[in-house]
């Protein structure tokens, strides 16, 4: 068994419909993370159930935002920021998933958004990936590069808030291409901590926590699993059907 919890977050992105729907889903996850001691569970929900959701359950379950402002405050229509999210107890937020990178957010702002997310005292599940793999070996200086524009201004205490997840572009969602292999995440998993060693040194570097995202499901659990340097999974589609999160809660409680 390994020494720590593994980490299991669902980023439930656009869903679910109702308030309703978001309480009974957070119900559900509490109820695996009692049955299944072994890991670590929280679920990133959108704004609107936020606050509700935190209120009742955040004793029992880690509550994430799915985003925040790059800016502190001010003329910034429709944006949250890291101090709103911060006075309403919640935990975190992720920074920087490819869908808003996708939606225009750029190393750059992403930088700010850690800063915010850091000043305001928030916990950051940092998403970083390649949005092609050729053979031509580019992912590996996209990945450096995000890394390291993302922690450029981060001090070696704050890194404790920071968890960073693996998420291949082109092995996420419906328009995946393929999954990521062992081999593939493997790797990626040791250049992350290489640059991180870099970045904080050893003994800070080895603490950060890296995760990996990107359809996973029941049937690749298992393998998954299998990767040691991976310490836990950020789900997107399977986040939303209890079938299958119970399963990949089962298989994860039990390496
Ligand atoms: P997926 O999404 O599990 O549906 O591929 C993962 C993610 O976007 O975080």
Same mark, same amino acid.
């Given at each position: 068994m390994r020494k720590n919890k593994v980490i299991l977050i669902g980023n439930l992105k656009q869903n679910p419909k109702t308030l309703k729907e978001a309480l009974t889903l957070s119900e559900f996850y509490i109820k695996l993370k009692k049955t299944y001691k072994n890991l670590e569970l929280g679920i990133s929900l959108p704004y609107v159930f936020l606050h509700e959701v935190n209120k009742k359950y955040s004793k029992s379950l880690n509550i994430y935002a799915q985003n925040i402002s790059a800016y502190p405050d001010g003329a910034h229509t429709g944006e !949250? &920021? *890291? %101090?709103? %999210?911060?006075?309403?107890? %919640?935990?975190?937020?992720?920074i920087g998933h490819s869908e808003t990178r *996708? +939606? &225009?957010d750029t190393n750059e702002t992403i930088q700010k958004k850690v800063t915010e997310a850091l000043k305001n005292n928030l916990q950051i599940i940092l998403c970083v990936g390649e949005k092609e793999r050729k053979d031509n070996g580019d992912y590996v200086n996209e990945i450096n590069t995000q890394i390291e524009s993302a922690l450029l201004y981060v001090k070696k205490a704050e890194t404790k808030n920071i968890t960073i997840v693996y998420e291949p572009v082109w *092995? %996420? &969602?419906?328009? *995946?291409?393929? +999954?990521a292999n062992q081999d593939e995440i493997y790797e990626i998993t040791i250049i992350i901590r290489k640059k991180l060693f870099e970045m904080f040194g050893k003994s800070v570097g080895e603490k950060i926590n890296i995760m990996y995202g990107g359809s996973v499901n029941s049937k690749n659990i298992n393998s998954l699993s299998e990767?040691?340097? !991976? +310490? &836990?999974?950020?789900l997107g589609r399977t986040s939303l059907d209890t079938k299958e999160l119970k399963l990949i809660a089962e298989t994860l409680n039990n390496i």
């Open positions: !949250v &920021g *890291a %101090i709103q %999210i911060k006075s309403l107890k %919640i935990k975190g937020s992720i *996708a +939606n &225009g *092995a %996420i &969602g419906e328009k *995946a291409v393929r +999954n990767i040691k340097p !991976v +310490n &836990g999974f950020l």
